[in-house]
């Protein structure tokens, strides 16, 4: 099994007809089928006294090993899920005024479109075959990361200084000169007599 894995996957979207004062139907995808054909055009699959399911296309789910992690975390929810990605055209002439973006085994890439505006992100049930080859894709390619602590390199106080000007008190060490600790104060506040006296 090579790095990559494709997957065709037939997508269907439900054309459900709502209440709203603006819009007459919605669309969403609500399931996903193994062994589908290519097609080159919507295929009405069943319809009843409220929507219409359909053969909206057929595209690869793509399993790459850089990605077994966001796999991983799909199966362990519980409900293994396929995220397909139906992005709105306003443009589109026709019947059907979307298409299908993407499909995904990876919540974390279907997260990423979620913030796109006219882009409509649904998980649907992941069918237990294709559980299974996901399973076996996460079990060949999936690597712990190591861990690497990076050690804290410790401070060197005579390093050359490199950026701006150089501190006070060094350049005064690097000129010769001696530095006093200031005088503490006396009650009478008499600094400048003590250090008369100091020098005689």
């Keep these: 099994m090579g790095s990559a894995l494709f997957i065709p996957v037939g997508i269907v979207v439900a054309r459900e007809r709502i209440s709203h004062p603006w819009q007459t139907y919605r669309w969403r995808p609500v399931g996903v089928f193994l062994d589908a054909p290519e097609i080159s055009d919507w295929r009405e699959l069943r319809r009843d006294g409220r929507s219409v399911l359909y053969h909206a296309a057929t595209l690869n789910l793509e399993l790459h090993r850089k990605e077994t992690t966001a796999y991983r975390v799909n199966l362990a929810n519980g409900e293994p899920s396929v995220y397909v990605v139906i992005r709105e055209d306003p443009d589109a002439g026709g019947d059907w005024p979307v298409e299908v973006h993407l499909v995904t085994a990876s919540p974390f890439e279907a997260q990423s479109h979620g913030d796109v505006g006219l882009d409509n992100v649904e998980g649907v049930a992941m069918p237990e075959r294709l559980v299974e080859m996901v399973r076996t894709f996460i079990d060949t390619h ?59």
Excluded at 142 to 167: A, I, L, V, W
Excluded at 176 to 185: F, N, S, T
């Design 142 to 200: 999936h690597q712990e990361e190591t861990f690497y602590k990076r050690k804290r390199q410790p401070h060197k106080m005579n390093d050359e200084h490199k950026f701006g000007q150089e501190p006070l008190i060094r350049l005064r060490e690097r000129m010769g000169e001696r530095i006093e600790p200031p005088l503490a104060k006396t009650d009478d506040g008499d600094d400048e007599n003590r250090r008369s006296s100091e020098r005689k």
